[in-house]
């Protein structure tokens, strides 16, 4: 599975927006997007995923580079209960389903 | 409606003991997965069964670790001569077909072995 970096940490207030980064340089043709985030003490959710063109859902947005070799998950104005670990992973699309390959992920820290 | 629950929410165990996690999958999702997570990673995957047969089990790592889905629904996560590097949050997850690309994942089971 191609690897995703993520900076370790992030910080960001209540009502503005987080711009989540992740490079993917080894992104192959086949390969979609998937953001997952975790709670404390619960199990990973499932946020969004994207192939080539940008996607939006009622939790997030997900901005993808035009060589698709990074991409950005956007939380339009987080809120407390965002305070989460945030993964991005590369899921091979043509090989049904597959295991999650999970990384470090970005902590994400939202202040009051 | 319903999601993947997990049984039992913590497990204390003593080093070289047999332990049982139970995942009950949502209804009707076909396929299901074990991940265990150490403090402070990312989950690990271990398993993956479509229906009852496992069809990847590359992430096992040694023959200890044992998995089954006898009916293709509930799925138990066998641990035999418990180490103390066992220790781990162990996850579940469900999805309802083999390519949906959402998983859904459990509360996990706390294992603590001493």
């Known amino acids: 599975d191609a690897k995703t970096t993520q900076p370790n940490s992030m910080e960001s207030n209540e009502e503005e927006p987080v711009h989540l980064p992740c490079n993917h340089s080894?992104?192959?043709?086949?390969?979609?997007i998937h953001w997952y985030r975790q709670l404390p003490s619960q199990g990973p959710e499932y946020v969004i995923h994207?192939?080539?063109s940008n996607v939006n859902n009622r939790m997030a947005s997900l901005a993808i580079a035009e060589d698709r070799k990074s991409s950005t998950l956007i939380l339009h104005r987080a809120t407390l209960r965002d305070a989460a670990v945030y993964y991005c992973?590369?899921?091979?699309?043509?090989?049904?389903?597959?295991?999650?390959?999970f990384g470090q992920g970005t902590r994400l820290t939202i202040n009051p | 409606g319903a999601g993947v629950s997990q049984t039992p929410s913590n497990k204390v165990t003593e080093k070289g003991k047999y332990v049982e996690l139970r995942c009950d999958p949502i209804?009707?999702?076909?396929?299901l997965y074990w991940y265990r997570q150490s403090l402070g990673q990312g989950p690990e995957f271990l398993i993956y069964f479509q229906g009852t047969g496992a069809a990847d089990d590359s992430g096992l790592p040694n023959d200890r670790f044992f998995a089954v889905r006898p009916e293709g629904s509930v799925s138990t996560l066998k641990i035999q001569r418990t180490e103390r590097g066992d220790s781990a949050v162990y996850l579940c997850a469900s999805s309802s077909n083999p390519g949906q690309y959402e998983q859904y994942f459990g509360p996990g089971t706390r294992l603590t072995v001493t």
């Open positions: 992973i590369l899921r091979d699309g043509a090989q049904g389903a597959q295991k999650l390959v």
């Open positions: 994207g192939l080539t």
């Open positions: 209804s009707g999702h076909t396929a």
């Open positions: 080894t992104i192959s043709g086949t390969d979609y």
